[in-house]
């Protein structure tokens, strides 16, 4: 969703240049123009003007929209939602010609209502608003926000409206209105109100009898009332209660309170805790604090998003757990740390009355702050005068916490080093939270949270960009500002940077701004204006590393794609894997690299803009291609091993060189297909990324991608990639037939022909097969022959006669006895079979295809088996004999689960949906059908879900329910 400014003129809350159209949510969804409430017709139709309302001012797009009404969208779904915006644009604007209310934005639809026209926005507003007059001591204040937010609400939110969407925010909004009644009535009681809010805390206690919070709060206005009997009655109620419905005693701060009515703790009787003493030399008690330290630095003006983030650090921080809040934030330079912690110590600041304690201890930098310096500073702000202070750190450290015992004090330690950095900086009192910060994962250090801090959303970089280089202008190019949001990786700190030269050259477009930072090479000198620089805040943590672990980062970022494994990383850095796999490790500690899962690590895109700097900097770029080149080669024979176990004997494996350069680690020797094919599934998108990197490079090894391109062959058996690996196949066709390389040419080609045929691109794939037949006799590559010919007859029908296609079969056929390979033989007799059924041969496909599967059994190829049972089971469907035909294709299905290839799923399915039809078995023809459906949905293959929708509709039809059948046909 992206952020949208006003429209000019007519402000969106006056659609007749008068009345204010406002929003109701916090009970049954209402709207009225001025004092008129207007028809918002069905519950669905509520429900989409709703899920806009809740982001108002932002793009919903149709997908989302179509998730929040329905959990399975129907056929026609997004009709109706566009019938549904048509009519509330009717009610909404009824004089309107163009609206300028509910406006259509891109690919969805934006609701440009103000916040204060939406009651829920109102509420929000109001309850923040009484959070800081709490904070600055405005009891009076506070009170007012809060009984005027609690009393916008006029019963269940939402009631009524149907879908996931309304649901999930249902709830939400129901605690929303909890915390906001639970602080309206603390407040009430910090006013000295206690037995005004008996009544209202006794009905909110019965309509909530395990809410604790609650309890306490009339508990203690009971007793302030002197009714120290009822409030005793009170815990025992909330004890019977617990136990009866949940098998648990009171927490411990309802026990806490009991002990405190029961002895008659004069503390409960405090509205307020006693100021803080002050500490001289002598070390006695002289007098009040004049001002209670408040060091926090200013709050972002321009603060954006994290809304769910800094709501959940919130609760975190408060007091009152059973051990005291240390929350710890963590991630590289420039994501955004200081910023949130700031944001959430002043969003929970009131809570801490008694101090907020602030310090940068500049851990990233080169002279990290002295915790001892830092206790002298803490202990002055609260009082203690510089003579009383002690000269060691493991004494000022027991002052500290002495001094802030039973104290609600709140500490913020930001850009931390390490745990021996912040150790003596911890409070012991559990009326006091700690919040830090660090680019290392402070693992160190007992904390109640932590947090590794992820960059922005797109939209919330949108977002940040919009309050800082102005609405109008995103607006404007909302395309170019999610452009430069993802050149900016969403780093906040790239961002900001970005945003600022931008509000800096008001006659700058957000496009040419884009544009500049297109560049891969330039992009970090880009992003510098003033004190803003992304490259200097990475070269703080990099200056950090010792020369080994240096060297890892910037040659770990060498290779493209979506991280390296820690095999990859031993080949980059030539070591064995276990050293590789420390130094990552040791990189992901320090915030540099990001670990999503065991073995696995990955740069921030800038991160990797400025670790190839340094490469071309430190090292050189001959050293560079050269890891890059060790990494393609050692892909290459991984790749090579795997096509030996899934297609075994089959002769392309020994076709490629496939030996790694240097001491780097062995191939991985798979046990057989199930942990190749695991393998494939965890590193397929880095060989392609890699690969498609050098070919980019003029000078990279061509001949070697294209060796690679022909093993990744086994991918379209798999049906892995495929996409991906047609578009290589075909850029290294291209390259090598301009370097004039025609035997890297004719293998490239190999693979982009069954690519093409894959995707049904009859026409392609035989242009391509008939290159193939060119290249492969002109450099001797008979393996490519029988495939290619194959292809040729594949694809030769309607334009060629049956004979020509036989022909073709029969000279691969051939060809592929000569080449003495069992396996290739039996892939191109499987094929043929095919070829035989396209021009109605059944007998002789069936021949074939039991031949062939008798080989791939005996060499235990499964993916072979898969191919040549799929043929037989067809030829069997050509015969009339449906039963055995269901029977191959069930059998086909066990194979392609036992290999987890559910892409080539679907198609299997089909097939056995239209044999049990033919054998009068329409209810399992539906089943089939409707598995082929749900999974050609999953893994998105569109065709194969029109197919299936056709499939359930005959086997509807079958059964007699036409009606459906129809729905399914149209």
Not at 260 to 265: K, R, T
Not at 290 to 304: E, H
Not at 450 to 459: G, N, Q
Request: glycine share 10%; hydrophobic share 45%.
């Amino acid at each position: 969703m992206t952020e949208i400014g006003e429209p000019r003129g007519t402000s969106a809350s006056e659609p007749d240049g008068g009345e204010r159209l406002r929003l109701g949510l916090l009970g049954p969804v209402q709207a009225w123009c001025g004092e008129r409430e207007l028809e918002l017709g069905p519950p669905q139709q509520r429900a989409l003007l709703t899920a806009l309302a809740l982001r108002a001012r932002r793009i919903v797009s149709v997908d989302e929209l179509l998730d929040a009404l329905w959990e399975e969208p129907p056929a026609r779904a997004a009709t109706v939602v566009r019938t549904y915006v048509s009519r509330l644009r009717r009610v909404l604007e009824p004089d309107r010609v163009h609206p300028t209310v509910l406006v259509s934005s891109g690919s969805g639809y934006v609701l440009r209502l103000p916040a204060d026209c939406v009651d829920a926005e109102v509420f929000e507003s109001r309850v923040a608003a009484a959070g800081r007059a709490r904070a600055l001591g405005d009891v009076a204040g506070a009170l007012g926000l809060l009984r005027e937010a609690c009393g916008l609400w006029h019963g269940e939110p939402l009631a009524g409206l149907p879908g996931p969407f309304a649901q999930a925010h249902r709830a939400r909004l129901v605690e929303r209105r909890l915390n906001a009644v639970q602080a309206w009535l603390e407040t009430e009681l910090e006013a000295g109100r206690h037995a005004e809010v008996i009544g209202e805390l006794t009905i909110w206690v019965s309509q909530y009898p395990l809410l604790e919070p609650m309890r306490e709060l009339l508990m203690l206005a009971l007793y302030r009332s002197g009714r120290q009997a009822e409030a005793l009655g009170v815990y025992a109620d909330a004890r019977r209660t617990l136990l009866e419905q949940l098998g648990v005693d009171p927490g411990p701060r309802l026990r806490e309170l009991h002990l405190g009515v029961l002895s008659g703790d004069p503390q409960l009787a405090a509205p307020a805790a006693a100021p803080a003493p002050v500490v001289e030399a002598g070390g006695g008690p002289t007098g009040p604090v004049p001002v209670a330290p408040a060091q926090l630095p200013a709050d972002l003006s321009d603060w954006t998003g994290r809304d769910e983030l800094c709501a959940a650090l919130c609760a975190d921080l408060a007091p009152g757990g059973p051990a005291m809040p240390v929350v710890g934030v963590s991630g590289l330079g420039g994501v955004g740390k200081s910023a949130l912690a700031v944001h959430v110590a002043h969003a929970v600041g009131g809570l801490y009355p008694d101090a907020q304690l602030y310090v940068n201890l500049q851990g990233a930098g080169a002279f990290p702050a002295d915790p001892g310096e830092v206790l002298a500073g803490f202990l002055g702000a609260l009082g203690v005068a510089d003579a009383a202070i002690p000269q060691g750190t493991a004494e000022r450290a027991a002052l500290f916490r002495s001094r802030v015992a039973g104290l609600r004090v709140l500490i913020v330690l930001d850009d931390a080093r390490d745990s021996r950095q912040i150790g003596p900086l911890l409070p012991g009192s559990r009326s006091c939270a700690v919040l830090v910060t660090g680019r290392a994962w402070l693992s160190g250090v007992p904390m109640t949270r932590r947090v590794a801090l992820e960059p922005l959303t797109s939209e919330e970089s949108v977002r940040l960009l919009t309050a800082i280089a102005g609405a109008s202008r995103v607006a404007a190019e909302p395309a170019a500002a999610r452009r430069l949001a993802a050149a900016c990786g969403f780093l906040p700190l790239a961002v900001r940077t970005a945003a600022s030269r931008l509000a800096a050259r008001p006659a700058w477009q957000l496009s040419h701004m884009a544009d500049r930072l297109a560049s891969e090479r330039r992009r970090l000198a880009e992003l510098e204006t003033g004190e803003l620089a992304v490259a200097a805040s990475f070269r703080l943590s990099y200056d950090q590393l010792d020369p080994e672990t240096a060297r890892a980062f910037r040659l770990l970022s060498l290779a493209d794609g979506p991280g390296v494994s820690s095999a990859a990383a031993a080949v980059l850095l030539e070591l064995p894997e276990p050293a590789a796999e420390r130094l990552a490790e040791a990189l992901t500690d320090l915030g540099l690299l990001s670990c999503p899962f065991p073995g696995r690590y990955q740069y921030h895109d800038l991160l990797r803009l400025f670790a190839r700097e340094l490469v071309r900097e430190v090292d050189g770029e001959a050293v560079g291609r050269a890891a890059v080149e060790r990494l393609l080669r050692h892909y290459l024979a991984t790749v090579a091993g795997l096509y030996r176990v899934v297609r075994p004997g089959y002769p392309f494996p020994d076709l490629v060189a496939a030996e790694v350069a240097g001491p780097a680690p062995a191939v991985p020797a798979f046990a057989g297909p199930a942990e190749g094919l695991r393998w494939a599934r965890q590193e397929v998108a880095a060989v392609l990324a890699v690969a498609e990197q050098v070919t980019r490079d003029p000078d990279g090894p061509l001949a070697v991608v294209a060796d690679l391109t022909l093993v990744l062959i086994q991918l379209i058996d798999l049906g892995m990639a495929v996409p991906e690996l047609c578009d290589l196949a075909g850029r290294v066709a291209e390259a090598a037939g301009a370097a004039g390389l025609p035997e890297s040419e004719a293998r490239a080609r190999y693979t982009l022909m069954w690519a093409q045929r894959e995707f049904q691109r009859t026409w392609q794939a035989r242009s391509e097969a008939a290159r193939v037949v060119t290249l492969a006799r002109r450099t001797g590559q008979t393996a490519l022959l029988p495939g290619a010919l194959i292809v040729l007859a594949l694809t030769g029908l309607p334009r060629c006669t049956d004979e020509e296609v036989t022909a073709w079969c029969d000279e691969a056929v051939a060809l592929s006895v000569e080449l003495g390979n069992r396996s290739s033989h039996a892939f191109v007799e499987g094929m043929a079979a095919l070829a035989d059924l396209a021009v109605d041969r059944p007998e002789s496909a069936l021949a074939r295809a039991e031949r062939s599967l008798v080989t791939f059994r005996e060499l235990g190829d499964f993916v072979g088996q898969v191919h040549v049972l799929y043929a037989r089971a067809t030829a069997l469907h050509g015969l009339g004999r449906f039963e055995e035909a269901c029977e191959d294709f069930r059998e086909c299905l066990g194979a392609l689960r036992a290999l987890g290839a559910r892409d080539r799923m679907p198609g299997v399915l089909l097939g056995l949906a239209e044999s049990c039809r033919a054998a009068g078995l329409p209810a399992r023809a539906l089943e089939a059908a409707e598995q082929a459906l749900a999974i050609a949905r999953k893994v998105g293959l569109e065709h194969r879900g029109a197919s299936a929708l056709a499939a359930i509709g005959r086997a509807l039809f079958d059964l007699g329910e036409r009606d459906r059948g129809r729905a399914c046909l149209a």
